[in-house]
């Protein structure tokens, strides 16, 4: 249809057309000239801005930590040092220490101080010039020592600077490596030479030594406000400005200084929350708060140390690991002693108990000392001052001086009188040797004993004389 009806029907056909009537392969060339937009904004805006605006981002400034190196090198026993070259060559030093030592792109000072024959050049005049050459020119020679100090700023990684000593000791560490270098391959030489030639030839014949002290660091309080850091379990207070929001909005938990913040929340173990360990007392702790079964030395551990132990010291420590071990793990008495870091063989008595197993007695001590240890004996074990005696007492089915001897680990030859082998129903001689054939083994205990073999023969009286023994 080319127009479109007039009168279009009120009411369109419940069944479209399978296809269009026409379609276009082009787009308009009239576009509508008035693309749909509002000309009337919202009737309801916002009556009033929110009262609680987005607060800025936290930026929290990492500290600084201040590294102060020092150290010297001693040129010992040169030839001898002009002095008009002494202010030259203390310049170039400076100079040459600045620009080795020194790491780039941090703020550092550093001062050299050039000290000839113990007299710095700085306080060089005609008396102490006068002094030095008249020894000078009897000894033959002078000291050159540079002494240096260098103060460097770096800042840490994290806000609380937990890597203060860390990042002091790397720099300590990267300016004697560099002074080492310069001495070393005569770097530092060279640069002098090109200030004074003169002192550059005379301490380049010596070998240098190079001191240094130990690194100083010092790291700005940035933070003043102490928090329980309950959240890290710590059991200290913080002050490293990352304290919860709802602490934050609260000034309450908050103090002035780390022993008042230990005190209001960590009273009950204010020694390790504050790191003021005091007075500790001497002797080990059953360490409870682990799986181990072990003692502490409260002097090594003292950080460790519970505050109640600490108090009441009579009562929870013991003189030794032994004893600490015996009141406090004495289920498992031998373990506590080696993870505690004692020796066994100082708790081994070398007293006799009974085995068993293996019907003998064996020393309490160590296996391997001796052939007659059989280990440390357990906290249950009753201790003998003999083998005979522990015999008597625990195997006493054992004729004594045959336990006692297989205890020891020595040989028993018998009594050489006989007894009733029962078993073959002859008699036997009370001994081991193999080569006697009358010898039936060492007589039990319940063996009767005959002086003589008739003797022993009577008992068998139902037995032909000459079948009664193997003589």
Known sequence: ??????????????????????????????????????????????????????????????????????GSCLWPKCGIIRRRNQRAFAAAVQSSLMDRICPPGLPCTLTATVIIDGVPTVETNTRFGLRRLLRVLQDGYSDVKVEYEVEIESPCNDASCLDAQDVAVAINNQVTEQLTNAVEDGSLIETIADATSDIAEVIETVTAT?????????????????????????????????????MQRDDGYYESSLDACCEKHFSWDFSTCSGNLGNVPIG?????????????????????????????????????????????????????????GGSTSTAATRKWYVDHQKEICQKDCIKGVDPRCGGLAETWNTLYGDATTCCEENLSWIVSSLCAAQSNGTSVVGTSQWYVDWAVEKCVKDCNDKSDASCGGLAKKWDEVYRTSSDCCDRLWYIKRDECTDE
């Open 1 to 70: 249809t080319t127009n479109p009806s007039i009168s279009p029907t009120s009411h369109p056909s419940k069944s479209p057309s399978a296809r269009p009537t026409s379609s276009s392969k082009s787009p308009s060339t009239s576009p509508t000239r008035s693309p749909f937009t509002t000309n009337s904004p919202s009737k309801s805006p916002t009556e009033r801005p929110t009262d609680r605006p987005t607060p800025p981002p936290q930026h929290i400034p990492p500290a600084v930590v201040t590294t102060t190196c020092r």
């Open 210 to 246: 190079i001191e240094v002290s130990p690194v100083e660091l010092s790291v700005p309080s940035i933070f003043t406000k102490w928090y329980p850091g309950w959240h890290g379990k710590s059991n200290t207070c913080l002050n490293d400005g990352r304290a919860p929001l709802y």
């Open 284 to 340: 080990f702790y059953p360490n409870w708060d682990k799986t181990e079964t072990k003692c502490l030395n409260s002097t090594a551990t003292a950080a460790t140390l519970p505050d109640y132990m600490r108090q009441n010291s009579e009562q929870w420590l013991d003189n030794d690991i032994e004893s600490c071990c015996e009141r406090h793990f004495n289920w498992a008495y031998n373990d506590c002693i080696n993870l505690s």
